[in-house]
């Protein structure tokens, strides 16, 4: 039997000491991990870094199968982890970071429960921007599991996010929106939409909706929603500076010394 309140306050303490609790590795299941995240809401709230939104992680089936999960997973984004195109960012206060390259996609309309159609999910989006998600791998290595990370807020540390473009689902198809990776001046590789949820960004949105619903929970209008990456996940060091061109949605930088 898992001491749920013990488990919150240990995660709580180790993310604010850049600690991790491996101790929890062996007895955490999904759900409980799913049920901490949710109520460490509160708390970040309470320590002035209210909800902005949420994430969608484990989208392409090829990360899935590599670290054992059997389903996509969300995490929770936070005001202070809101950072504008083109920011520097000391690599030094960051764990073991890697970045994705997403959509950020902000709800112009609430949508709840399981069974959200494609359709309802695109009408109810305001706007897109380009994004970076900034993640780190918190756990000590060979000490990571997808419950653990759950529970620490999906590797969550920070979202990058460029200018927004007002949504139009008569002409934007995000499934062949094409995603350009330059690293330090260099290109790296190209991706498309479709590789999220091997659809597009709004199949995250229709899966999240249906997730948030198994804990009373509605996808609300004004909230921001990472919905993936369209290529791996890349890890770096510094000094290192990403771009990614996203048509027709913008570009979005960032850099870390």
């Known amino acids: 039997m898992i001491d749920f309140d013990q488990a919150m306050d240990d995660f709580w303490q180790a ?52 670290v054992g999960a059997k389903s996509p997973a969300f995490a929770v984004l936070f005001s202070k982890g809101k950072w504008p195109s083109g920011v520097s ?4 206060d960051l764990i073991r970071p890697g970045w994705e390259n997403e959509l950020c996609l902000t709800m112009g309309k609430t949508i709840s429960g399981p069974n959200v159609s494609e ?3 695109r009408e109810a989006v305001a706007t897109i921007a380009p994004a970076f998600e ?13 419950p653990l990370s759950a529970a620490d807020n999906g590797q969550q540390k920070a979202f990058v996010v460029g200018e927004e473009t007002v949504y139009d689902p008569a002409i934007h198809d995000l499934a062949t929106t094409s995603c350009d990776l330059y690293v330090n001046g260099e290109f790296k590789e190209q ?8 659809s597009s960004p709004i199949a995250s949105l229709t899966w999240l909706a249906g997730k948030l619903s198994e804990f009373d929970l509605t996808l609300e209008a004004g909230m921001s929603v990472m919905t993936g ?8 060091e510094a000094p290192i500076e990403i771009e990614a061109r996203f048509e027709p949605f913008g570009t979005v930088k960032a850099s870390f010394t």
């Open 15 to 66: 993310r604010q000491g850049g600690d991790f609790p491996v101790q929890w590795k062996e007895t955490l299941d999904m759900p409980t991990a799913h049920q901490i995240c949710l109520k460490l809401i509160d708390r970040h709230t309470e320590h002035g870094d209210p909800q902005l939104g949420w994430k969608v992680g484990l989208t392409a089936k090829a990360i899935r199968e590599q």
């Open 89 to 92: 960012y000391p690599y030094q």
């Open 119 to 121: 359709e309802e999910a």
């Open 134 to 146: 900034i993640i780190e791998h918190r756990p000590p290595p060979g000490n990571g599991t997808p």
């Open 191 to 198: 991706a498309f939409g479709v590789e999220v949820m091997e």
């Open 229 to 236: 990456s369209f290529t791996k996940q890349y890890r770096f």
